[in-house]
Structure formats: C-alpha cells, structure tokens
C-alpha cells in the first residue's frame, strides 16, 4: 500500500519562503513521478512541479518559475519543494502525488492530476500582504 507523507506548509507574509516535504512508502515496481499540486476550494487541482524520480527531469508551472524548486532527496521516493518569494496567489492546498513516469525520447511526468495513482493528505500554505 502506497501513502504519501507530507510535511511542512504554514503561514508566511509575502516574499518569505516555506519548504513542503514529501516521501512515498509502499511503492514497488518502476520509479515514479512525484509531485505538488494545488487546489482552491471550488476548482480544480492543478500542477505547481513535477520531477522524474531517478531521472531528474522537471516540470514548473508558469506561475513558479524562478521561485520554487524541486528536488530528490537522495535515492529514496522523497522530494522537496522549495518556495521563495511567495505571494499571496501561491495561498492553497497543496498535495504530493506519485505516478507512473510517461514515455516518449525520454521518461517524463504527466501534468494533469488524474493520471497520479496517489496522494497526500494536503499541507495549507497562507502567504499574507
């Protein structure tokens, strides 16, 4: 059985930084595409990053370019998303998910949310003005 354990998330004023944590325990077979997503309430759950575990290759969001950053955490099914310089916009739900890797020159994370097979609980980010 695959969980997701997410840690970090909380309240910041605009232009600090937060760092969200995420490991996935259970998961066998080929590496997976992790990643964090955001949900308002009411809308749809939307990409903020993704990363290729054992691969490297990474996916932002127009809205976080130059101000997050993805990353492994060594060799197990853990990754980091470093947040600098928030606004208020980044305030969300914010959820880890693990999927399978897609295919194509080379292996690389889908965007949209249903094709990620887990999830995490969510972590509340609040950027204030």
């Known amino acids: 059985q695959v969980q997701l354990a997410e840690s970090g998330g909380g309240s910041v004023q605009a232009g600090g930084s937060l760092r969200l944590s995420c490991t996935a325990s259970?998961?066998?077979?080929?590496?997976?595409?992790m990643g964090w997503f955001r949900q308002d309430p009411g809308q749809v759950r939307e990409v903020v990053a993704t990363?290729?575990?054992?691969?490297?290759?990474?996916y932002y969001d127009d809205s976080v370019k130059g101000r997050f950053t993805i990353s492994q955490d060594g060799a197990d099914n853990s990754i980091t998303l470093q947040m600098a310089n928030l606004k208020p916009d980044d305030s969300s739900m914010y959820y880890c998910?693990?999927?399978?890797?897609?295919?194509?020159?080379?292996?690389?994370?889908?965007?949209?949310?249903?094709?990620?097979?887990?999830w995490g609980q969510g972590t509340q980010v609040t950027v204030s003005s």
């Open positions: 259970g998961y066998t077979g080929s590496r997976p595409c």
């Open positions: 990363i290729v575990i054992g691969g490297g290759d990474v």
């Open positions: 998910a693990a999927g399978p890797q897609l295919y194509g020159p080379t292996a690389y994370c889908s965007i949209q949310n249903y094709h990620y097979n887990y």
